[in-house]
Protein backbone atom coordinates (compact mmCIF):
# COMPACT_ATOMS: atom_id res chain seq x y z
CA UNK A 1 0.00 0.00 0.00
CA UNK A 2 2.60 2.35 1.02
CA UNK A 3 4.67 1.36 -2.46
CA UNK A 4 1.31 2.12 -4.67
CA UNK A 5 0.60 5.91 -2.72
CA UNK A 6 4.55 6.65 -3.33
CA UNK A 7 4.14 5.44 -7.29
CA UNK A 8 0.98 7.52 -7.33
CA UNK A 9 2.91 10.77 -5.40
CA UNK A 10 5.99 10.85 -7.90
CA UNK A 11 3.84 10.82 -11.25
CA UNK A 12 1.56 13.52 -9.43
CA UNK A 13 4.54 15.58 -8.89
CA UNK A 14 6.02 15.54 -12.57
CA UNK A 15 2.59 16.49 -13.82
CA UNK A 16 2.84 19.76 -12.03
CA UNK A 17 6.50 20.25 -13.14
CA UNK A 18 5.27 19.37 -16.33
CA UNK A 19 2.38 21.73 -16.53
CA UNK A 20 4.79 24.65 -15.02
CA UNK A 21 7.58 24.38 -17.61
CA UNK A 22 4.76 24.62 -20.25
CA UNK A 23 3.10 27.98 -18.82
CA UNK A 24 7.09 29.28 -18.61
CA UNK A 25 7.70 28.67 -22.14
CA UNK A 26 4.16 30.00 -23.13
CA UNK A 27 4.77 33.39 -21.34
CA UNK A 28 7.94 33.21 -22.80
CA UNK A 29 6.91 33.45 -26.21
CA UNK A 30 4.39 35.50 -25.70
CA UNK A 31 6.38 38.07 -24.04
CA UNK A 32 9.56 37.88 -26.58
CA UNK A 33 6.97 37.57 -29.62
CA UNK A 34 5.81 40.99 -28.33
CA UNK A 35 8.92 42.74 -27.82
CA UNK A 36 11.56 43.59 -30.84
CA UNK A 37 14.34 45.92 -30.26
CA UNK A 38 15.79 47.57 -33.85
CA UNK A 39 19.20 49.35 -33.21
CA UNK A 40 21.37 52.12 -35.40
CA UNK A 41 24.23 53.79 -34.81
CA UNK A 42 26.19 57.22 -36.43
CA UNK A 43 28.78 56.14 -37.48
CA UNK A 44 27.45 52.46 -38.49
CA UNK A 45 29.34 49.15 -37.59
CA UNK A 46 29.88 49.14 -33.68
CA UNK A 47 29.76 46.31 -31.76
CA UNK A 48 26.56 45.82 -29.88
CA UNK A 49 25.77 44.40 -26.47
CA UNK A 50 22.31 43.82 -24.02
CA UNK A 51 22.88 42.18 -20.38
CA UNK A 52 26.69 41.91 -21.38
CA UNK A 53 25.90 39.37 -24.84
CA UNK A 54 26.79 40.27 -28.16
CA UNK A 55 23.81 41.02 -30.31
CA UNK A 56 25.57 41.92 -33.72
CA UNK A 57 27.12 44.74 -35.68
CA UNK A 58 24.89 48.50 -35.96
CA UNK A 59 22.69 48.55 -37.90
CA UNK A 60 21.11 45.52 -36.11
CA UNK A 61 17.65 45.23 -38.12
CA UNK A 62 15.39 43.26 -35.45
CA UNK A 63 16.66 41.69 -32.22
CA UNK A 64 13.67 40.00 -29.80
CA UNK A 65 14.38 40.76 -26.55
CA UNK A 66 11.76 39.81 -22.86
CA UNK A 67 9.94 43.20 -22.12
CA UNK A 68 11.70 45.21 -19.55
CA UNK A 69 14.78 47.10 -18.44
CA UNK A 70 17.77 45.81 -20.17
CA UNK A 71 21.50 47.51 -20.38
CA UNK A 72 22.67 48.70 -23.37
CA UNK A 73 26.37 48.70 -24.57
CA UNK A 74 27.68 49.93 -27.69
CA UNK A 75 31.81 49.97 -28.72
CA UNK A 76 33.40 51.25 -31.84
CA UNK A 77 37.02 51.62 -32.50
CA UNK A 78 37.79 55.76 -31.73
CA UNK A 79 34.91 56.33 -30.54
CA UNK A 80 33.59 56.87 -26.99
CA UNK A 81 31.78 53.63 -25.64
CA UNK A 82 27.86 54.49 -24.72
CA UNK A 83 26.16 52.52 -22.27
CA UNK A 84 22.24 53.09 -21.82
CA UNK A 85 19.49 51.43 -19.68
CA UNK A 86 17.17 50.75 -21.95
CA UNK A 87 13.37 49.73 -21.18
CA UNK A 88 12.33 47.45 -23.85
CA UNK A 89 8.77 47.55 -24.38
CA UNK A 90 6.24 45.04 -25.77
CA UNK A 91 5.83 45.86 -29.65
CA UNK A 92 8.65 47.11 -31.87
CA UNK A 93 11.37 49.53 -29.87
CA UNK A 94 13.68 51.64 -32.28
CA UNK A 95 16.60 53.15 -30.48
CA UNK A 96 19.10 55.53 -32.28
CA UNK A 97 22.45 56.78 -30.91
CA UNK A 98 24.79 59.17 -32.65
CA UNK A 99 28.87 58.34 -31.43
CA UNK A 100 30.99 60.37 -30.05
CA UNK A 101 34.61 60.61 -31.63
CA UNK A 102 37.68 59.74 -28.76
CA UNK A 103 39.08 63.23 -27.96
CA UNK A 104 42.55 61.09 -27.99
CA UNK A 105 45.45 60.71 -30.12
CA UNK A 106 46.77 59.24 -33.17
CA UNK A 107 48.58 55.88 -33.35
CA UNK A 108 50.35 55.14 -36.92
CA UNK A 109 51.31 51.55 -37.23
CA UNK A 110 53.76 50.53 -40.23
CA UNK A 111 55.42 46.75 -40.34
CA UNK A 112 57.77 44.67 -41.96
CA UNK A 113 56.81 42.83 -43.90
CA UNK A 114 53.36 44.64 -44.23
CA UNK A 115 50.02 43.63 -44.47
CA UNK A 116 49.97 42.40 -40.69
CA UNK A 117 46.66 42.31 -39.23
CA UNK A 118 46.63 45.17 -36.18
CA UNK A 119 44.39 44.08 -32.99
CA UNK A 120 43.91 46.96 -30.54
CA UNK A 121 42.21 46.03 -27.09
CA UNK A 122 41.23 43.03 -28.88
CA UNK A 123 39.32 43.97 -32.01
CA UNK A 124 40.53 43.70 -35.37
CA UNK A 125 41.43 47.52 -36.67
CA UNK A 126 42.63 47.00 -39.81
CA UNK A 127 46.17 45.82 -41.76
CA UNK A 128 49.26 47.45 -41.46
CA UNK A 129 49.88 50.20 -42.71
CA UNK A 130 47.86 51.72 -40.40
CA UNK A 131 46.43 55.02 -38.92
CA UNK A 132 44.07 55.04 -36.09
CA UNK A 133 42.78 58.22 -35.47
CA UNK A 134 40.63 59.64 -32.33
CA UNK A 135 42.42 56.56 -30.13
CA UNK A 136 41.20 57.20 -26.39
CA UNK A 137 43.73 58.64 -24.16
CA UNK A 138 45.45 56.22 -21.89
CA UNK A 139 47.22 52.31 -22.42
CA UNK A 140 46.03 50.17 -25.04
CA UNK A 141 47.04 46.75 -25.72
CA UNK A 142 48.50 46.38 -29.46
CA UNK A 143 48.56 42.97 -31.31
CA UNK A 144 50.11 42.39 -34.72
CA UNK A 145 49.70 39.39 -36.51
CA UNK A 146 51.06 37.66 -40.09
CA UNK A 147 50.89 34.11 -41.33
CA UNK A 148 54.13 32.20 -40.51
CA UNK A 149 55.04 35.16 -38.24
CA UNK A 150 55.15 35.42 -34.94
CA UNK A 151 52.61 37.94 -32.96
CA UNK A 152 54.12 40.90 -31.70
CA UNK A 153 52.30 42.55 -28.98
CA UNK A 154 52.96 45.52 -26.38
CA UNK A 155 51.31 48.28 -24.24
CA UNK A 156 51.02 51.47 -26.03
CA UNK A 157 50.14 54.70 -23.83
CA UNK A 158 47.89 57.61 -25.95
CA UNK A 159 48.43 61.00 -24.93
CA UNK A 160 45.72 63.48 -26.35
CA UNK A 161 46.71 65.42 -29.43
CA UNK A 162 49.68 63.63 -30.13
CA UNK A 163 50.94 60.58 -33.01
CA UNK A 164 52.43 57.54 -31.79
CA UNK A 165 54.87 55.35 -34.65
CA UNK A 166 55.25 51.81 -34.61
CA UNK A 167 57.42 50.34 -37.18
CA UNK A 168 57.34 46.73 -36.31
CA UNK A 169 59.73 44.29 -37.44
CA UNK A 170 57.69 40.91 -37.37
CA UNK A 171 60.52 37.25 -36.96
CA UNK A 172 59.32 34.78 -39.00
CA UNK A 173 59.09 31.37 -37.09
CA UNK A 174 62.32 29.93 -38.24
CA UNK A 175 64.22 33.18 -37.32
CA UNK A 176 62.82 33.07 -34.00
CA UNK A 177 64.22 29.14 -33.66
CA UNK A 178 67.84 30.93 -34.40
CA UNK A 179 67.54 33.74 -32.48
CA UNK A 180 66.29 31.91 -29.37
CA UNK A 181 69.61 29.23 -29.99
CA UNK A 182 71.48 32.39 -30.16
CA UNK A 183 70.22 33.64 -27.27
CA UNK A 184 70.90 30.34 -25.39
CA UNK A 185 74.45 30.52 -27.09
CA UNK A 186 75.43 33.95 -27.93
CA UNK A 187 79.33 33.10 -28.97
CA UNK A 188 78.17 30.15 -31.49
CA UNK A 189 79.68 31.81 -35.04
CA UNK A 190 78.18 29.37 -36.96
CA UNK A 191 74.10 29.74 -35.76
CA UNK A 192 75.30 33.59 -36.39
CA UNK A 193 76.69 32.26 -40.00
CA UNK A 194 73.79 30.21 -41.17
CA UNK A 195 70.95 32.89 -39.72
CA UNK A 196 72.84 35.65 -41.66
CA UNK A 197 72.28 33.27 -45.32
CA UNK A 198 68.55 33.17 -44.27
CA UNK A 199 68.52 36.45 -44.01
CA UNK A 200 69.98 36.65 -47.52
CA UNK A 201 67.87 34.43 -49.07
CA UNK A 202 64.30 36.41 -47.94
CA UNK A 203 66.62 39.71 -49.17
CA UNK A 204 66.61 41.14 -45.53
CA UNK A 205 69.95 42.49 -46.31
CA UNK A 206 70.39 44.52 -42.90
CA UNK A 207 69.55 41.67 -40.75
CA UNK A 208 72.03 39.70 -42.77
CA UNK A 209 74.84 42.14 -42.63
CA UNK A 210 74.21 42.25 -38.35
CA UNK A 211 74.73 38.44 -38.48
CA UNK A 212 78.00 38.37 -40.53
CA UNK A 213 79.20 40.85 -38.28
CA UNK A 214 78.48 39.82 -35.27
CA UNK A 215 80.21 36.57 -36.69
CA UNK A 216 83.43 38.05 -37.90
CA UNK A 217 83.56 40.15 -34.13
CA UNK A 218 83.01 36.62 -32.62
CA UNK A 219 85.75 34.75 -34.05
CA UNK A 220 88.26 38.05 -33.49
CA UNK A 221 87.41 38.14 -29.78
CA UNK A 222 85.93 34.72 -27.89
CA UNK A 223 89.07 32.59 -29.23
CA UNK A 224 87.57 30.53 -32.12
CA UNK A 225 89.71 31.72 -35.09
CA UNK A 226 91.56 29.07 -35.67
CA UNK A 227 88.70 26.78 -35.46
CA UNK A 228 85.88 29.38 -37.24
CA UNK A 229 87.44 31.55 -39.42
CA UNK A 230 88.07 29.65 -42.64
CA UNK A 231 84.61 28.14 -42.55
CA UNK A 232 83.34 32.03 -42.21
CA UNK A 233 85.27 32.82 -45.24
CA UNK A 234 84.12 30.16 -47.22
CA UNK A 235 80.67 31.19 -46.44
CA UNK A 236 81.42 34.89 -47.27
CA UNK A 237 82.76 33.86 -51.00
CA UNK A 238 79.41 31.95 -51.29
CA UNK A 239 77.54 34.92 -50.92
CA UNK A 240 79.97 37.30 -52.59
CA UNK A 241 80.30 34.88 -55.86
CA UNK A 242 76.50 34.11 -55.80
CA UNK A 243 77.13 30.16 -55.55
CA UNK A 244 73.28 29.66 -53.53
CA UNK A 245 70.69 31.66 -55.56
CA UNK A 246 69.46 35.07 -53.73
CA UNK A 247 67.34 37.79 -55.49
CA UNK A 248 70.09 41.01 -55.65
CA UNK A 249 73.79 40.03 -56.33
CA UNK A 250 75.09 43.39 -55.96
CA UNK A 251 73.59 43.66 -52.78
CA UNK A 252 74.97 40.48 -51.38
CA UNK A 253 78.13 41.54 -52.76
CA UNK A 254 77.73 44.99 -50.03
CA UNK A 255 76.46 43.51 -47.08
CA UNK A 256 79.82 41.32 -47.38
CA UNK A 257 82.17 44.37 -47.63
CA UNK A 258 80.11 46.40 -45.03
CA UNK A 259 80.25 42.74 -42.65
CA UNK A 260 83.69 42.86 -42.82
CA UNK A 261 84.47 46.82 -42.95
CA UNK A 262 82.23 47.02 -39.45
CA UNK A 263 84.33 43.78 -38.18
CA UNK A 264 87.30 45.76 -38.64
CA UNK A 265 86.01 48.83 -36.92
CA UNK A 266 84.88 46.39 -33.35
CA UNK A 267 88.01 44.04 -33.50
CA UNK A 268 90.54 46.50 -35.05
CA UNK A 269 93.54 43.93 -33.46
CA UNK A 270 92.21 41.04 -35.68
CA UNK A 271 94.46 40.90 -38.91
CA UNK A 272 92.62 38.48 -40.72
CA UNK A 273 89.57 40.40 -41.54
CA UNK A 274 91.69 43.49 -42.72
CA UNK A 275 92.82 41.22 -45.27
CA UNK A 276 89.60 40.04 -46.16
CA UNK A 277 88.19 43.14 -46.12
CA UNK A 278 90.46 45.27 -48.72
CA UNK A 279 90.31 41.83 -50.70
CA UNK A 280 86.40 41.85 -51.05
CA UNK A 281 86.15 46.05 -51.36
CA UNK A 282 88.54 45.37 -54.59
CA UNK A 283 86.18 43.05 -55.79
CA UNK A 284 83.49 45.07 -55.59
CA UNK A 285 85.10 48.05 -57.00
CA UNK A 286 85.20 49.94 -53.77
CA UNK A 287 88.63 51.44 -53.85
CA UNK A 288 87.30 54.01 -51.47
CA UNK A 289 86.87 50.95 -48.72
CA UNK A 290 89.89 49.27 -49.74
CA UNK A 291 91.85 52.65 -49.46
CA UNK A 292 90.44 53.13 -46.09
CA UNK A 293 90.99 49.67 -44.82
CA UNK A 294 94.12 49.65 -46.04
CA UNK A 295 94.63 53.10 -44.00
CA UNK A 296 93.34 51.98 -40.59
CA UNK A 297 95.13 48.86 -41.36
CA UNK A 298 98.73 50.59 -41.48
CA UNK A 299 98.22 52.32 -38.29
CA UNK A 300 97.48 49.20 -36.71
CA UNK A 301 99.51 46.63 -38.26
CA UNK A 302 102.36 48.48 -39.51
CA UNK A 303 105.13 46.20 -40.28
CA UNK A 304 103.18 43.27 -41.01
CA UNK A 305 103.54 43.87 -44.14
CA UNK A 306 102.64 40.85 -46.35
CA UNK A 307 99.05 41.37 -46.22
CA UNK A 308 99.08 45.34 -47.48
CA UNK A 309 101.29 44.39 -49.91
CA UNK A 310 99.33 41.86 -51.49
CA UNK A 311 96.40 44.37 -50.58
CA UNK A 312 98.01 46.67 -52.79
CA UNK A 313 99.32 44.27 -55.93
CA UNK A 314 95.73 43.55 -56.15
CA UNK A 315 95.00 47.26 -56.06
CA UNK A 316 97.36 48.37 -58.70
CA UNK A 317 96.25 44.97 -61.04
CA UNK A 318 93.02 45.94 -61.12
CA UNK A 319 93.35 49.99 -61.61
CA UNK A 320 96.13 48.68 -64.15
CA UNK A 321 97.56 51.77 -63.07
CA UNK A 322 100.42 51.16 -60.87
CA UNK A 323 101.56 54.90 -60.79
CA UNK A 324 98.03 56.40 -60.34
CA UNK A 325 98.38 55.83 -56.46
CA UNK A 326 101.61 56.68 -56.21
CA UNK A 327 101.17 60.11 -57.67
CA UNK A 328 98.05 60.56 -55.49
CA UNK A 329 100.56 60.00 -52.44
CA UNK A 330 103.32 62.24 -53.72
CA UNK A 331 100.20 65.09 -53.54
CA UNK A 332 99.42 63.66 -50.03
CA UNK A 333 102.68 64.38 -48.59
CA UNK A 334 103.47 67.20 -50.62
CA UNK A 335 100.61 68.72 -48.78
CA UNK A 336 101.27 67.28 -45.20
CA UNK A 337 105.43 65.93 -44.96
CA UNK A 338 104.41 64.40 -41.95
CA UNK A 339 101.61 62.06 -43.10
CA UNK A 340 102.97 58.80 -41.84
CA UNK A 341 100.00 56.57 -43.62
CA UNK A 342 100.76 58.15 -46.52
CA UNK A 343 104.44 57.94 -46.48
CA UNK A 344 104.35 53.95 -45.42
CA UNK A 345 102.22 53.29 -48.46
CA UNK A 346 104.65 54.68 -50.86
CA UNK A 347 107.01 52.89 -48.71
CA UNK A 348 105.28 49.92 -49.59
CA UNK A 349 104.55 50.77 -52.75
CA UNK A 350 108.19 51.04 -53.48
CA UNK A 351 109.02 48.24 -52.35
CA UNK A 352 106.74 46.25 -54.34
CA UNK A 353 108.27 48.35 -57.58
CA UNK A 354 111.48 47.57 -56.58
CA UNK A 355 112.90 50.83 -55.28
CA UNK A 356 115.32 50.51 -52.71
CA UNK A 357 116.95 53.79 -52.59
CA UNK A 358 113.21 55.15 -52.80
CA UNK A 359 111.86 52.61 -49.88
CA UNK A 360 115.42 53.92 -47.92
CA UNK A 361 114.43 57.65 -48.01
CA UNK A 362 111.02 56.73 -46.92
CA UNK A 363 112.08 54.99 -44.02
CA UNK A 364 114.27 57.86 -42.67
CA UNK A 365 111.05 59.80 -42.54
CA UNK A 366 109.03 56.99 -40.69
CA UNK A 367 111.65 56.45 -37.81
CA UNK A 368 111.59 60.41 -37.29
CA UNK A 369 107.70 60.51 -37.49
CA UNK A 370 107.22 57.58 -35.30
CA UNK A 371 104.97 57.39 -32.19
CA UNK A 372 106.17 54.65 -30.42
CA UNK A 373 109.77 52.92 -29.33
CA UNK A 374 108.68 49.83 -30.95
CA UNK A 375 106.96 51.20 -34.32
CA UNK A 376 111.10 52.94 -34.35
CA UNK A 377 112.44 49.86 -33.63
CA UNK A 378 110.99 47.75 -36.21
CA UNK A 379 111.23 50.37 -39.07
CA UNK A 380 114.58 50.74 -37.89
CA UNK A 381 115.54 47.12 -38.59
CA UNK A 382 113.66 47.04 -41.79
CA UNK A 383 116.49 49.88 -42.70
CA UNK A 384 119.37 47.82 -41.58
CA UNK A 385 117.87 44.62 -44.38
CA UNK A 386 117.66 47.28 -46.63
CA UNK A 387 121.33 48.37 -46.16
CA UNK A 388 122.42 44.86 -45.97
CA UNK A 389 120.74 44.51 -49.19
CA UNK A 390 123.22 47.66 -50.35
CA UNK A 391 126.11 45.93 -49.08
CA UNK A 392 126.12 48.83 -46.99
CA UNK A 393 126.98 47.05 -43.85
CA UNK A 394 128.04 49.84 -41.84
CA UNK A 395 124.88 51.61 -42.26
CA UNK A 396 123.11 48.42 -41.25
CA UNK A 397 124.95 47.94 -38.44
CA UNK A 398 124.19 51.56 -37.12
CA UNK A 399 120.73 50.98 -37.88
CA UNK A 400 120.57 47.40 -35.80
CA UNK A 401 122.30 49.16 -32.83
CA UNK A 402 119.91 52.61 -32.80
CA UNK A 403 116.88 49.43 -32.82
CA UNK A 404 118.46 47.67 -30.23
CA UNK A 405 118.95 51.43 -28.19
CA UNK A 406 115.14 51.67 -28.18
CA UNK A 407 113.19 50.16 -25.80
CA UNK A 408 112.60 46.39 -26.25
CA UNK A 409 112.62 43.28 -24.50
CA UNK A 410 115.43 40.95 -24.39
CA UNK A 411 113.35 38.28 -26.58
CA UNK A 412 112.84 41.07 -29.03
CA UNK A 413 116.25 42.24 -28.91
CA UNK A 414 117.81 38.68 -29.23
CA UNK A 415 116.63 38.87 -33.61
CA UNK A 416 118.38 42.42 -33.91
CA UNK A 417 121.61 41.61 -31.89
CA UNK A 418 121.80 38.68 -34.64
CA UNK A 419 121.23 40.53 -37.23
CA UNK A 420 123.68 43.32 -36.00
CA UNK A 421 126.42 40.38 -35.86
CA UNK A 422 125.91 39.59 -39.16
CA UNK A 423 126.32 42.95 -40.42
CA UNK A 424 129.85 43.75 -38.61
CA UNK A 425 130.70 39.78 -39.82
CA UNK A 426 130.96 41.53 -43.50
CA UNK A 427 133.19 44.40 -42.23
CA UNK A 428 135.81 41.92 -40.83
CA UNK A 429 136.21 43.37 -37.12
CA UNK A 430 136.67 40.52 -35.48
CA UNK A 431 136.98 41.88 -31.90
CA UNK A 432 134.18 44.15 -31.98
CA UNK A 433 131.95 40.83 -33.93
CA UNK A 434 132.82 38.36 -31.08
CA UNK A 435 131.36 41.04 -28.33
CA UNK A 436 127.97 41.38 -29.99
CA UNK A 437 128.06 37.32 -30.52
CA UNK A 438 128.50 37.33 -26.90
CA UNK A 439 125.54 39.77 -25.85
CA UNK A 440 123.09 38.18 -28.60
CA UNK A 441 123.69 34.22 -27.55
CA UNK A 442 122.92 36.00 -23.75
CA UNK A 443 119.55 37.55 -25.03
CA UNK A 444 118.27 34.40 -26.55
CA UNK A 445 115.97 32.84 -24.50
CA UNK A 446 115.40 29.17 -26.84
CA UNK A 447 118.78 27.06 -25.30
CA UNK A 448 119.16 25.40 -28.92
CA UNK A 449 119.24 28.54 -31.54
CA UNK A 450 121.03 29.62 -28.72
CA UNK A 451 123.93 27.15 -29.74
CA UNK A 452 123.87 27.19 -32.56
CA UNK A 453 124.98 30.47 -32.24
CA UNK A 454 127.77 29.52 -29.96
CA UNK A 455 128.88 27.26 -33.23
CA UNK A 456 128.92 30.28 -35.30
CA UNK A 457 130.42 32.30 -32.72
CA UNK A 458 133.55 29.75 -31.78
CA UNK A 459 133.84 29.66 -35.51
CA UNK A 460 134.15 33.23 -36.02
CA UNK A 461 136.70 32.93 -32.75
CA UNK A 462 138.94 29.95 -34.58
CA UNK A 463 139.14 32.62 -37.67
CA UNK A 464 140.41 35.42 -35.66
CA UNK A 465 142.99 33.32 -33.44
CA UNK A 466 140.79 33.31 -30.34
CA UNK A 467 141.31 29.65 -29.53
CA UNK A 468 140.86 29.74 -26.26
CA UNK A 469 137.62 31.51 -26.41
CA UNK A 470 136.46 29.18 -28.93
CA UNK A 471 137.25 26.25 -26.43
CA UNK A 472 134.93 28.05 -23.79
CA UNK A 473 132.67 28.32 -25.69
CA UNK A 474 132.45 24.94 -27.28
CA UNK A 475 132.20 23.87 -23.44
CA UNK A 476 129.27 25.71 -22.91
CA UNK A 477 127.54 24.67 -26.18
CA UNK A 478 128.78 20.60 -25.62
CA UNK A 479 126.90 21.56 -21.96
CA UNK A 480 123.92 22.75 -22.91
CA UNK A 481 122.83 21.22 -26.47
CA UNK A 482 120.77 18.10 -27.14
CA UNK A 483 120.63 18.32 -30.75
CA UNK A 484 122.89 16.22 -32.38
CA UNK A 485 123.94 17.93 -35.68
CA UNK A 486 125.03 20.85 -33.29
CA UNK A 487 126.94 18.50 -31.03
CA UNK A 488 128.45 16.71 -34.13
CA UNK A 489 129.64 20.11 -35.39
CA UNK A 490 131.13 21.29 -32.03
CA UNK A 491 132.93 18.11 -31.78
CA UNK A 492 134.36 18.53 -35.32
CA UNK A 493 135.51 21.79 -35.02
CA UNK A 494 137.22 21.25 -30.73
CA UNK A 495 139.02 18.55 -32.62
CA UNK A 496 140.72 20.57 -35.00
CA UNK A 497 141.61 22.78 -32.20
CA UNK A 498 142.80 20.30 -30.34
CA UNK A 499 144.64 19.16 -33.24
CA UNK A 500 146.78 22.48 -33.66
Not at 28 to 37: E, H, L, N, P, R
Not at 147 to 173: A, G, H, M, Q
Not at 250 to 255: D, I, K, P, Q, Y
Request: proline residues 3%; charged residues 30%.
Amino acid sequence: MNLRRRIEYTVGLVLVVAVLVVIAWAAFTVGTAGAVVELSTTPERASAFVDGHFIGTTPVPEQPLLPGKHVLRVAKFGYVPLLREIDVHTGRNVLSFELAECPGGTLEITSTPPDAEVFVDGESSGRTPRTLRKLSTGGHRVRITLVNYLDWTSTVDIEENRTVKLDVKLNTRTEAVYLEAIRTDPNNVVLQVDLAHYYITRSEWQKAEDAFAKALVLTATVGQSAHYSGQLQQELEKVFKSMFKYEDVARGREVVVNALVRAVREAPKYLTNYSYAVHYSIQANRLDKAQEILETGILTFPYDQNWPLTALRNEFQRQGDGDKLLRTLDQRIKKNPDDFVSRFQRMTLQRQKGGTDEVIDEHDHLVRLANSSAVKSKLLVELGRLWERKREYVKAADAYRKALETETTEKEAAPIQYNLVRALAHLDDHDRTLTAWKEAVRLQENVEVACRWRLEWAQLAVKAGKNDQARSVLDDLLRLSQDPKTRTEAEQLRKTLEDK
